[in-house]
């Protein structure tokens, strides 16, 4: 793939230049997106230089150049990953033809719908990261953080292109909207329930990395499959940066339960608080939390909306391709658990309607890799703890388990035994102000705040003592 252009306003690999009128409108929706950036993007740090990666072509092994940039200035584009000869679309109705390089007319509504749902994440996640930086447990992490900011904020530009690009006046519409929705807003909110939680301080963080940049990771992974060949080439760009995000979550969770595990061996107690860690109760709460409104993010076990987009080619199945079926499930049938009155049970459904929940098995499957991992970690150190990921159907929103109240380990239980344990499961107010009570920043290089251990190695081959943000030039 030739490089990206960078001596355009906005880098490109789409060929911007030719196209007057989408150029023009998207350098009219460039200082809107600065404008969101400078008000609602990483507070405090705009007049910083950061050590970025920054993308300059779509090839597997050339596309970052790391470098100082301040945020403000990074070169935010539009890459769509090379174009697959003679590609076609893999599933539904119209399985076998050649991919579309326009919207099909008669799905256009359902096609919009998906892209700004999924576009909508993206800001969405940096609104609710924005206060972090001012308590970062190093200058690494601080880098992480704007490295995932930055790069969200593209995946918005991403969906902004499609938008623009092939929807006309309703797209053009749809980008403005997504630069005025917010975060937690009471009159208007971002659109899925995990993206008005807040992310008040870095355990939560590195949580929702892992938890719900992974959902990210299957959506763009199903959109990757579609039929309409620009929103799958966009996809599977985004698929290469979401990988970094999501081992910001991994890793920063696992440094995390590291560095209690060493303060629970060298004080030999369970109560690491006192010696300024993160108890693994604390930690198994969070991912409670963050794991159940991250399944919520799937939607119903049994989704009409699922099915007619895979009919009509739209968003396929993680890793579409390589299933070795027909592809169009007309006759198939999957198990989903669910619930039935107040039994948990297991029913064997057409598949084309529980395409949401097969969704959620590959996801759930992939989160309990990640969990074993940590538990590796404690059982290294000789502890006998395990984390564990609760029941799909616990603190459940959306969906069957959203009428009920599960327990973690999976049963059907009354609102008073809820109500009465509620606190062991969750995060309670008392653990976020502890929590918040660790947030103080450790900015000299080379230094970690006392409640994670450092990483294995730093970024791009460079020490864990190297200067990753310049703080010397403070914002005016
Ligand atoms: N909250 O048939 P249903 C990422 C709505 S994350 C609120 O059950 P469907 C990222 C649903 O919209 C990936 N509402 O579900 C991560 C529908 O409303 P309408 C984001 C919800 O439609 C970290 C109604 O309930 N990408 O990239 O089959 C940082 C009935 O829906 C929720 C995508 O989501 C919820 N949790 O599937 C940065 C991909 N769940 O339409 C970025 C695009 C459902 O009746 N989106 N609803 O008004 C989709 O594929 C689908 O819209 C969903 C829902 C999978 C979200």
Not at 74 to 96: S, V
Not at 146 to 171: I, K, P, T
Not at 386 to 399: N, S, T
């Amino acid at each position: 793939m030739a490089g990206v252009d960078y001596l355009e306003r906005i880098p490109n690999n789409v060929n911007l230049r030719d196209d007057r009128r989408l150029l023009r409108a998207l350098e009219e929706w460039q200082p809107r997106f600065l404008d969101w950036w400078k008000e609602m993007g990483p507070e405090g740090f705009q007049a910083n230089e950061v050590y970025l990666r920054t993308a300059i072509s779509v090839d597997r092994d050339g596309w970052a150049q790391f470098g100082y940039v301040k945020m403000p200035d990074y070169r935010w584009g539009i890459f769509l990953a090379e174009p697959e000869a003679d590609r076609r679309i893999a599933f539904g109705d119209h399985i076998g033809k050649p991919a579309w390089p326009e919207v099909p007319g008669e799905y256009r509504g359902v096609l919009r719908r998906l892209i700004v749902t999924q576009g909508d994440t993206e800001p969405a996640s940096v609104e609710q990261q924005r206060h972090l930086g001012r308590t970062c447990p190093s200058l690494y992490d601080l880098r992480n953080l704007f490295q995932v900011n930055v790069e969200e904020g593209r995946h918005l530009w991403a969906m902004v292109y499609l938008l623009h690009a092939y929807f006309g006046r309703d797209g053009r519409e749809e980008a403005e909207a997504l630069l005025q929705r917010r975060s937690g807003d009471g009159d208007k909110p971002r659109i899925l329930g995990a993206f008005n939680e807040q992310t008040p301080d870095w355990l939560s963080f590195f949580m929702f990395c892992f938890f719900t940049d992974r959902d990210g990771k299957y959506q763009l992974a199903s959109l990757q499959e579609s039929g309409f060949d620009p929103l799958s080439r966009t996809c599977r760009f985004m698929l290469t940066e979401e990988a970094h995000h999501m081992f910001v979550g991994e890793m920063g969770v696992g440094r995390i339960v590291q560095k209690s595990c060493e303060l629970m061996r060298q004080h030999r107690s369970d109560d690491v608080r006192r010696y300024g860690g993160i108890d693994l109760p604390t930690m198994q709460r969070y991912i409670n939390f963050h794991y159940s409104v991250s399944l919520d993010l799937f939607g119903s076990e049994i989704s009409t909306n699922a099915a007619n987009a895979f009919t009509m080619g739209l968003k396929g199945r993680f890793e579409e391709t390589k299933k070795d079926d027909d592809h169009r499930l007309a006759e198939a049938t999957y198990p989903v658990i669910c619930l039935e009155g107040d039994r948990i049970i297991t029913r064997d459904v057409p598949a084309l309607t529980a395409l949401n929940e097969r969704l959620r098995d590959d996801y759930i499957a992939d989160c309990q890799r990640g969990v074993d991992r940590w538990n590796r970690t404690i059982k290294e150190h000789g502890i006998d703890v395990e984390l564990r990921l609760p029941h799909r159907g616990f603190h459940r929103a959306i969906g069957s388990f959203g009428e009920a109240k599960i327990s973690p380990d999976g049963r059907v239980i009354t609102e008073a035994e809820w109500d009465a344990k509620h606190r062991e499961w969750l995060p309670t107010p008392e653990d976020a102000q502890f929590v918040a009570t660790l947030m103080r920043p450790a900015v000299e290089p080379g230094r970690f705040a006392g409640w994670i251990a450092p990483p294995a190695r730093g970024i791009n081959g460079l020490p864990l003592d190297h200067e990753y943000v310049r703080l010397t030039r403070k914002e005016g």
